[in-house]
């Protein structure tokens, strides 16, 4: 599934969507950006309420499909250019990350 038919599908705000062709392989949850580092995959939905400039970094290493950020997180429109730039997709849900697991669960099975 890629990045645009999962926010059409499930609803999600999208903030920043310049590459909506990127497939989507997985979730990863996690607001610890070193830990993220180590341990998401490439092609993850990458679910976080991080909305720092440090999150795009992390995003274009992993090559996350696209950033979710849960509970209604809105980034400056900086962080939005600069996603924009480096071609990462960004999410808003008002949902938890709990919850926002549990619908892409059911929707990527």
Known sequence: MTVE???????FKTLCMPSPE????????GDLLSWVMG???Q???WITIMSNVNTLAVATLVDASCILLAEEVIP????LETAKAKGINILSTPLSAYRAAIML???LS
Do not use: C, F
């Open 22 to 29: 990127k497939e989507i392989q997985g979730v990863y949850i």
């Open 39 to 41: 341990k998401a995959d």
């Open 5 to 11: 038919a999962l926010a059409n599908q499930l609803g």
């Open 43 to 45: 092609g993850n939905v």
């Open 105 to 107: 669960a059911e929707s």
């Open 76 to 79: 400056d429109a900086e962080i």
